[in-house]
């Protein structure tokens, strides 16, 4: 299992979220809400502002997926 941050469209909204993919890349679990940093500014911020600047270039992903399996994560 991978996962990267994504946008993600669900409805008519979409927001920045962390999609875990299966072992062959297909997207198959979502956080429920968008992607929060809870963290001290300095390295974790470089390294959250790296991984979310790649997620956004890459195309949207509409959820649900239709992978064969579909998971919410609720990280709150």
């Known amino acids: 299992m991978s ?3 994504r946008l993600v469209r669900e409805d008519d909204i979409i927001s ?5 993919y299966d072992d062959v890349g297909n997207p198959e679990m979502v ?3 968008e992607v929060k940093i809870y963290a001290e500014l300095g390295e974790d911020v470089v390294w ?3 991984h979310m600047s ?3 270039m890459k195309p949207v992903l509409d959820y649900p997926f ?3 399996q ?3 994560l609720s990280f709150e």
């Open 3 to 5: 996962w990267n941050f």
């Open 16 to 20: 920045l979220r962390e999609v875990y």
């Open 31 to 33: 956080t429920t809400g």
């Open 48 to 50: 959250y502002q790296e």
């Open 54 to 56: 790649k997620g956004i």
């Open 66 to 68: 239709t992978g064969p």
């Open 70 to 72: 579909q998971m919410e």
